[in-house]
């Protein structure tokens, strides 16, 4: 899909994350603001405080506009210290190695790494985490235990099921 960037976001009370994965970093303001709308509608609750690096993609008038006119509170970090940001960039660098893990283990092509972060952060919001006490940054934020019996291991082999009413008792019901 000739994505280059991923845009994380956190939230931090329940640590839950979202991963969008971008074309250009010029896109982030686009996207946020899909975001803010969903998570909103999710969480019944508006985002109260947005914390950011001080890249580009995060410090245009538009963006510091849409933020005041909606109620968000920026915090930017100072120049040069990813340590403000810590919870991003711990999470960051988490979902950065899970993904070249399995791409490697796996032996699945780099160019899938966006589907790979996707897996990667599914898997991470279903995971219990020492900030949570025993409770996973899904349950934190939906309120419920995660279903986790349809996960599959990324890269192996699966099959697509044919429904219809045309099938015969022995054709193929999967490719």
């Known amino acids: 899909a ?3 960037y991923v845009f994380v976001l956190i939230d931090d009370f329940s640590r839950y994350m979202w991963t969008i994965l971008l074309k250009e970093k010029s896109d982030a303001f686009d996207r946020f603001k899909r975001f803010k709308g969903v998570v909103e509608n999710q969480a019944g609750s508006g985002i109260k405080t947005f914390r950011t690096d001080r890249g580009g993609e995060f410090t245009s008038k538009e963006f510091n506009l849409f933020c005041e006119e909606n109620g968000i509170t920026r915090h930017l970090t100072a120049p040069y210290t990813p340590q403000q ?5 711990r999470r960051n660098r988490t979902l950065m190695e899970m993904t070249r893990s399995i791409l490697k283990a796996m032996k ?6 966006g589907e790979a972060v996707r897996h990667s952060t ?6 219990a985490t020492k900030a949570l006490e ?3 940054p899904y ?8 279903n986790i019996e349809h996960l599959r291991v990324f890269g192996c082999i699966a099959h697509t099921k044919i429904n219809g009413p ?5 054709d193929e019901i999967s490719k």
């Open 166 to 170: 045309y099938l015969k008792k022995l």
């Open 2 to 4: 000739n994505n280059r």
């Open 122 to 127: 599914y898997v991470i919001n279903r995971v």
């Open 85 to 89: 940001n810590g919870i991003v960039e």
């Open 108 to 113: 699945v092509p780099n160019f899938m790494w």
């Open 134 to 136: 025993d409770i996973t």
């Open 139 to 146: 349950e934190a934020f939906n309120r419920k235990k995660p």
